[in-house]
């Protein structure tokens, strides 16, 4: 028997590797400080809990539509027209079970074989992997530090070839906390219009933009599909709730995608989805403030340690930090500070050949374990590093 070539070709998340190995360290007795994993550190707000027990009481255990239920796909009308200005129509909006689902459900709709997908280098490594899993080709457009990780649009143009279908966006960015301007959406949705190619927006780290008011690209084109979920603003990874907001024709070929994949998004879960959208907004204005307060402390920690960074995160909750000069590979380095300094950090290699020499710091974590990881890369540095 053999494994499928689609199987195998799919790249592991590194970081996960990091996780298992910080996790038997934990439990041969060591204290690892966990700065390696987008999971915010907050429990999930009150309220939103409180409202899917009472979903589970009232009977809300069984199957719902599989575009989601109604009150979920208005509350999230409501939300874009008082949030962003925008109107979206509820009939183009999909729920799903996390952001993630919501990209099979777009490339699946999206790529034929060979259809290839603009996407920045570095990236969230599951944009490639889903690309190439359904056939299509990641075409990787590297972002530098220097520019504030944002593309530069001639080359962006430049990539643009017969079989691209979409570009991708992620503002505020993981692994790079980038976020980009008016201009900078501006012009790659004129590109999009130009050239007749869709803009993929996943926008999930809304609601974690520190620069400003978040900008969806919605807002400058309607040949565009937005991503989004609960997981990170609302502290809601492990309920599974996202949505995909798609252009009409792309609507009914996703419904039937979810049908077979999926059936639906949990019932329970929907409605306490529609209570975040309506009712905790000032929950996930106090946890943005305590990120931010974490980012004004480890972004000036990390830079006096010894780490490069040129373009400071305005949103999300990572910092992309150049460490090439304490070692090259960021894999090894990787391993190094996990089992001599006991600090788990995420390779910069994981998001993409650009992001080698560079780690990424989770700060969805207490500031006192943020201190004690500044700590101890602080000794191991001394020890290791020469001046
Ligand atoms: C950029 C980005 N998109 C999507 C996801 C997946 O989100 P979800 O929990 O909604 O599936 C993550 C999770 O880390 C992410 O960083």
């Given at each position: 028997m053999t494994v499928s070539r689609r199987a195998t070709e799919i790249r592991p998340f590194v970081v996960m590797d990091i996780v298992a190995?910080?996790?038997?360290?934990?439990?041969?007795?060591?204290?690892?400080?966990?700065?390696?994993?987008?999971?915010?550190d907050f429990p999930t707000p009150d309220v939103i809990a409180q409202a899917a027990e009472l979903a589970i009481a009232e009977g809300s255990t069984h199957y719902t539509q599989s575009l989601g239920l109604p009150d979920l796909r208005e509350a999230l009308h409501v939300r874009y027209r008082?949030?962003?200005?925008?109107?979206?129509?509820?009939?183009?909006?999909?729920i799903t079970q996390g952001t993630s689902p919501a990209m099979l459900l777009l490339f699946g709709a999206l790529l034929?074989?060979?259809?290839?997908?603009?996407?920045?280098?570095?990236?969230?490594?599951?944009?490639?992997?889903?690309?190439?899993?359904?056939?299509?080709?990641?075409?990787?457009?590297?972002?530098?530090?220097?520019?504030?990780?944002r593309y530069r649009p001639d080359e962006v143009r430049a990539a643009i070839g017969p079989r691209t279908k979409a570009i991708m966006i992620n503002s505020p960015s993981n692994?790079?906390?980038?976020?980009?301007?008016?201009?900078?959406l501006k012009a790659l949705a004129s590109i999009a219009e130009e050239t007749g190619v869709h803009i993929a927006s996943d926008e999930i780290y809304h609601g974690l933009d520190f620069s400003g008011p978040?900008?969806?690209i919605l807002a400058y084109t309607d040949k565009a599909f937005v991503l989004n979920g609960f997981s990170k603003a609302y502290a809601m990874t492990g309920w599974r709730l996202g949505y995909m907001i798609a252009p009409p024709e792309f609507?009914?070929?996703?419904?039937?995608?979810?049908?077979?994949?999926f059936l639906a998004a949990n019932a329970f879960v929907q409605h306490a989805g529609v209570v975040a959208l309506t009712r905790a907004q000032e929950d996930v204005v106090r946890m943005r403030a305590t990120y931010d307060e974490r980012r004004r402390y480890l972004v000036p920690a990390l830079e006096e340690l010894g780490l490069t960074i040129l373009s400071p995160p305005g949103g999300a909750f990572y910092v992309f930090a150049d460490a090439s000069c304490w070692g090259q590979d960021s894999l090894a380095l990787c391993r190094r500070l996990l089992d001599e300094a006991h600090v788990s950090c995420a390779p910069g290699v994981d998001?993409?050949?650009?992001?080698e020499g560079f780690l990424r710091f989770?700060?969805?974590?207490s500031r006192d374990r943020l201190r004690e990881g500044i700590r101890r890369l602080g000794e191991w540095a001394a020890a290791n590093v020469q001046s």
């Open positions: 190995h910080a996790e038997k360290l934990e439990a041969a007795g060591h204290d690892v400080v966990r700065l390696e994993i987008g999971d915010p008082d949030h962003y200005g925008v109107e979206v129509d509820p009939t183009n909006i999909v034929d074989p060979g259809d290839e997908v603009i996407m920045p280098d570095p990236c969230y490594p599951a944009y490639p992997n889903y690309v190439t899993f359904l056939g299509g080709v990641p075409k990787l457009v590297r972002v530098r530090a220097e520019d504030g990780f692994p790079t906390g980038a976020v980009l301007g008016d201009e900078d978040d900008r969806t609507v009914r070929p996703a419904e039937k995608i979810q049908q077979n994949f998001f993409g050949h650009g992001g989770s700060y969805a974590t």
